[in-house]
């Protein structure tokens, strides 16, 4: 049995998350197509700021498909403390608003994917996710509108680069 910090996990349920793959030179590993991403939002959208945020929506996504929802509140300030507390949730992706380059950075090394700068309502934030559009620049907060000509200046904003 497994303690996913949420509820116990059996070996039978473990088992319909993955499926055995062969790999290279008859090794076989196991992809897992369960993933849980984290919404930072106030009132339906996304929040402007994750900093400030104090609200996550956990959507459990398997194959392709929404499973559930439901509302975290976060308890830390600092940014070292709310990276732990994210990544103890089990989330892989964390899609949200502007981010401080602090707290950006503490996600990442506690194994956290951020999609920041992002901006719209929760339920088509969910949909691009799913569909894999989210980094098609529709959802990008105003003044991002590239990602990879993307640079933070030392205010924390995002402005437009050049793509060399």
């Known amino acids: 049995m497994i303690y996913d910090s949420n509820h116990f996990i059996t070996k039978d349920h473990l088992e319909y998350h993955y499926h055995e793959c062969a790999g290279w030179y008859g090794t076989s590993f196991a992809v897992f197509l369960f993933m849980r991403i984290a919404v930072a939002h106030w009132g339906g959208r996304i929040s402007p700021v994750f900093d400030m945020t104090d609200t996550l929506c956990l959507i459990d996504i398997e194959a392709g498909k929404e499973l559930g929802r439901r509302g975290r509140t976060l308890t830390g300030?600092?940014?070292?403390?709310r990276a732990v507390e994210v990544a103890g949730l089990g989330v892989e992706v964390l899609v949200c608003g502007a981010v401080s380059h602090v707290l950006e950075?503490?996600?990442?090394?506690?194994?956290?994917?951020v999609e920041g700068f992002m901006c719209g309502g929760v339920d088509e934030i969910v949909t691009s996710f799913i569909t894999s559009r989210l980094a098609d620049g529709r959802h990008?907060?105003?003044?991002?509108?590239?990602?990879?000509g993307r640079f933070r200046t030392r205010g924390g904003r995002c402005r437009w680069g050049r793509n060399d």
């Open 77 to 81: 300030r600092d940014p070292f403390q």
């Open 105 to 113: 950075t503490a996600l990442i090394r506690a194994g956290v994917q």
């Open 140 to 148: 990008l907060m105003p003044g991002c509108r590239g990602r990879r």
